[in-house]
């Protein structure tokens, strides 16, 4: 809401609360003077009581220093005054029964009790919304900041379950700590149109590409703010700003986007715990040409892997918005513990992007030229290989929602590589591979309380006779260990001896508390596990365990992880060199389950 | 049920008299039948055989009489004249099987008699010795069952007990040496018991009798009890007035007390000096009453002191001291007049005072009754004419005087309509405030202290009010003005309204209409800052202490009951010229000038439109409950703006920066649509920015003339230059200008100062609704506004660390190995 100038305080109104405003006591001893300190020439507090007021509140309680023309009328406020102001500061504070004495010209005051919330009471639920239960705001001070956040919340959820026009109002009781929430939910209402407020001269149909929603669909709020995120995140647009207009039989969402410039450059320094430090930049071309195509330059190097490369993304059909091709150009050094290689990889990819009612489905399929040297470790050396590659990928509308702080929802992708040997190989081979991940919000609170996640991968290599995994290109062998998949052990070990397999099996569960240490920290308990093989679709006896302990910090600057693993080989191979069982300790930063 | 209750004591104590008039009369008569048969006898005694046999042959027969000795003697003084005597010992009298029961120890009296012209008549009656006296009886029982037949008290040929004892009785009383002792007096009635002790004696003190009265122990049931005790100076000469003095102590239901003194001189009843003096004991409203006066055939006239407690809940004493009276009962016109001093009104305190006398008023009035008439019977009807006038003058600082007059009649037919009384008031008032900051000094230090920024202001108020209402309805229009002013403000108002009550067929229902005439107002609002948002200064009501047991929604509280109509009414509020009204304050170099076009009214004074829309849209829309509706426009006028103070270094940039106009509507469907307009004027170009739509929905445009594109007026308007001659950063601070503008993510005032600032660069995070612009003026100093959206449950992953700086977690997969990489960086993003 556009605010106005500040508003015009109504004196008389004030005058005739005046009358009305709280108890006077005098004589009392507990307003004896030796129990109050002053805070300004004319009103006391309890001694240990700092009611930190703003230079405007302390004004208007106080007076007015300055002697001009708008300090001097405000130079004097009668302690009745003062009284009923300081009752709405103190109320903000959630001191909501604070006690005044008046002597003569002195105002003292006794905060009393700081209300906190102990219950939440939720009325007027819609039959289609299941309530999620509310968490970690029981003793939480009882102001009307907490009311607001109480109130949007619950609007948010219930816009979010559809009734998109639904109003909602809080009311406490500071007395018992109970919270009551109102909805007048109206009708649950699906979505009519989407209409521009500005003009972008974008083909039609170009933002709804990012659109999480669907004509037609009940409205959701989430979706809404997930449609905007993608739409800020992939820098089509510098803001957009979104609203609802409600009708009878449904909701036009309005949009009022603003394009910015075309162009960003981007240089940042990171990194995570497996590759180090890393450095990078960007330079993008954010919208070529009416359907907003786009076209990318990047550079990424860490003491592990260095990458170069050239991207775009071609929207070629009007019709089909969401459809693109993608050609691609990287250069990559890959410097591991136990390979060094080198590639020249030329890609062109087709995608095609669908958003269906719970998540975004992407397909995609294309062919691949890939010329790799390898350097050291085990490897065919140098080799050119031309390959075809395709993928399905589904990202539930949860999981995405809460990227930030996970605890709902499901992703999934199925990968296949192909090569042929009359392509430019020596050997035929498929790689397939299916991996995912699953959230579940044990219980519904909100925030949550126990996130349990299960991640899986499913993957082999087949070929058109028998080889080692050491003779195929990297990209078709299987590695596993590191923070990706078994934590107890180091980045890429397995299996042991370095060539990689050609069949894998990976399970990883884990449990996490969210915030319920100093109400920050998340205590988790995990357990990874797996096996891999030498040999296509056969694993190895090997069974890899990863069990461990750990806690992660949601910072207001991002998720910090920490975690302890130990790596358990049961039944290991004879011969092999490396002491693999040992406790592995590791720390990330942006990176969740 | 009073009438009722008051004629069954009449008609019991018309029972009692009449027993004891017949017992005594059958005594009588049969005293006389003696004498007549033996009027010539010189003298005649009759025993008690002899008495017994004419009681029980002549006495009624539900009339019991018994004595252990009795005598009566006829005693001739002259050829016409006897005197008779009686005496009777341990008499008793029982009537009705003991209704009444009657016995007196010792009962002797007399009296003379004469005959002339064949008709015999008392000529005097002896002093009555009647000792040890015990009375019980029922009056319930003593009621006649049906009605006397006969001549009734008052009528001719009727017998009363009070003419009887005026004319006949007291006059030939030879009341020295009398002696009347009850013992025991019980008499029941109505379930209720009265209980006491009663003595009357006579003694002679040269010129005068003493009778002296003391009824003692007096009880009515168990909450009501008097002790009384009287004497009279009864002179012997004839037609000297005789002295009453009577002290009496009650006690009342309660636990409440009284205690009176009446002192009166009556000269025969056609004259009387009184004086009555009462004190109470246990009862709020009154402390203590004194009334002495004078009353003559014609009328009264006296004195009254009263001392009252709380009579409302703001006034806690009211004592009058020597208010004059004067009732003429010929005329019946009565006058009450309290004049200077004479009327104290003490105030509830709020709390320690330093001055006391402020609660004190001491008003003069003078109330008349004339004309006043009224009837007895069955339906009691009155009427009667008034006139009040009332002076208060208060510490110099307040005046009040009110004249009303009017009349009031109760119908002896009650008339339905009016719940059988009609009434009607006319008058004047007029109250003023002659000195505000007297006013501001007397209050200073009391729950009632003026608030700032009206503590500063001098001068008077003045209100006046004249009219009249009466049963029908009526109307009070009046007139305040206001002329107070302040070194730095003024409030020049005027506001004429009226009250005006209208008959209903629910009643009377009041309606109040106000025309506020704002003529010169300049206000002072409070030092803002403007780069954090005002306090809330109201308390939020939705911290409801109970609320955990009050289950019912406020939907249900909303739509809940058929609301009678309330009272009606009228708000206008205008400017009466442009600039009447002007708020003062930091954020701009000039007092805003304001025009108000206002109206407001209750429900039921929307108009038929706004009403069949309501209707349309349901009980829900608006919750059931009717609010109130208003239309109206307030408009700020042409304003410089002088955020910051920096309209110096406007200057030097050849800006110059006005808020043109800014108008709210406000309409009585509930829409609030704004119009406004800040003004920017560079060398090259006028920028306007618009600000349109409503409250709720704000939207803002950007004009210029010459004519060009938003993104090319922002860049004007933050730097001053064409936007592609703006470097990179310049271009990056106008987009998130933009983008903050959309979001409304700025106020008006933060706008106008970025607007109007010396901008360096200017950055804006949408996720948090923060603006941070870095400003030229004071050496780098960087302005923050917005602080946030508030906590949604919309994350991101992307945080804005400062300027252009964003702390980004990546999610990709490496091309050879495809493993996924999850990395974070700190960035520097640029957009161009």
Known sequence: MLRCFPPIFPPLAVFLGLLASGPVRAADPRFSPERFEPFCERVFFEKGFNPRLSAMERRLACGDPRPDSIGRPWSEIPPTQARYLLKTFLQGRGHHEPEFSIEGDRLYVRPGRRSEAAELEIAGVPPHWRVPRKRAYRGLPLTPALLDEMEGWTRNEVQSAGYACASVGAAADPGTGLIRVEIAPGERLRILDVVDLSETRLSPGVLDRYSAYRIGDFYSERLVQLTRRRLLEDGLLQAVAFSTGCFPNGVIVRRDPLMGPPRELRVGVGGNTDDGLRVRARAKQIRLGSAASSAEAKLDASFRRQEAGLLGRWHYSSSSPRDYLEPSLTFERLDDLSIESRAWQISVQHGWNRELETGRAEARIGPSWQISEIARGPGPGESTITFLESSLRWLSHDAEYFARSPRDGSRFEFDLLQTQKDWGAPFTARRGQIRG??????????????????RYSLGTTWTDREIDAAALPVRFRFFAGGTDDLRGFERRVLPRGGSGGLTEALLGAEARFHKILFRRLDPLAFVDAGRLGSRSVRLDGTVYWSPGVGLRWESPVGTFRGFAARGIVSDPPPGLPGPFEKWRFGLSYGEEF | MAKLARKNVRARLTGFGLVVGVAVGSLLSLVLLVVAVFLLAPELEIGSARLRALAGRF????????????????????????????????????????????????????????????????????????????????????????????????????????????????????VDGSFVELRRLELDSGGRALRGRLQLSTAATGAARLVSLRIEDVRFGNDISVDLK????????????????????????????????????????????????????NIPAVREGRIRGTYKGDGVTGLVSAKFGAVHAQVKTLDFVDCGYEVALDRREGVLACGPQTVTVGLRERAELRNRALFRLFPTFDLRVTNLSWENGAENGFAADWDFKLALRHMRALQADLDFSGSVVRQGAADPAHGGLRYSVDGDALVRVLDFGRVVALLRGTPLAVPAPANQLRGSIELNASGGFSERGGSLPFELRTRLRSEFQRLFATVDGGLALNRTAAGLRPELGIDVAIEDVLLSLPRVDVTSSPPKVVSDSRFRPGLARDRTSAREKANGGEAGPGPRYRVRVNTTSQGALKLATNLTGAPIPISVRYKLRSADGRPRWVRAAAAAAGPGASGGAVPPWMEGTISLGRTPVDIGGINKFLSRLERDAVLDHFDLELQPDGGRRIDGKLVVTNPDATISILILGTLAQPVVRFESEPPANEDQIIAALLFGRPINELDERQQQSAAAFRTAVNDTALTLAQMYLLANSPIDSLNYDSESGRVIASVKIAGGTSLEFGGGRGAGTEVGIRRRLARNVYLNTHVERASQTDEQLVSAFVEWVRRF
């Open chain 2, 230 to 281: 009287g004497e009279v100076d009864w002179p012997v000469a004839e037609g000297s007035p005789f002295t009453v003095g009577v002290d009496l102590d009650g006690g009342l239901p309660g636990r409440r007390k009284v205690r009176a003194r009446l002192d009166g001189k009556i000269h025969w009843w056609d004259h009387v000096d009184y004086a009555l003096g009462a004190k109470f004991a």
């Open chain 2, 59 to 174: 006495a009624p027969a539900d009339l019991g009489i018994g004595w252990e000795d009795a005598v009566v003697r006829l005693v001739k003084t002259d050829a016409f004249s006897k005197e008779i005597e009686i005496r009777l010992d341990g008499i008793c009298v029982r009537y009705k099987g003991g209704a009444l029961d009657a016995c007196f120890e010792k009962l002797e009296w007399g009296a003379g008699f004469s005959v002339s012209g064949f008709k015999p008549r008392i000529t005097f009656f002896a002093p009555l010795i009647a000792a040890g006296g015990e009375i019980a009886g029922d009056l319930d029982d003593l009621a006649p069952e049906e009605p006397v037949d006969g001549p009734k008290p008052g009528e001719p040929g009727g017998f009363s007990l009070v003419d009887f004892a005026r004319t006949e009785f007291l006059p030939k009383w030879r």
């Open chain 1, 437 to 454: 991940q699953v959230l579940w919000n044990l219980l519904r609170f909100d925030p949550p309380l126990i996130v349990l996640g299960v």
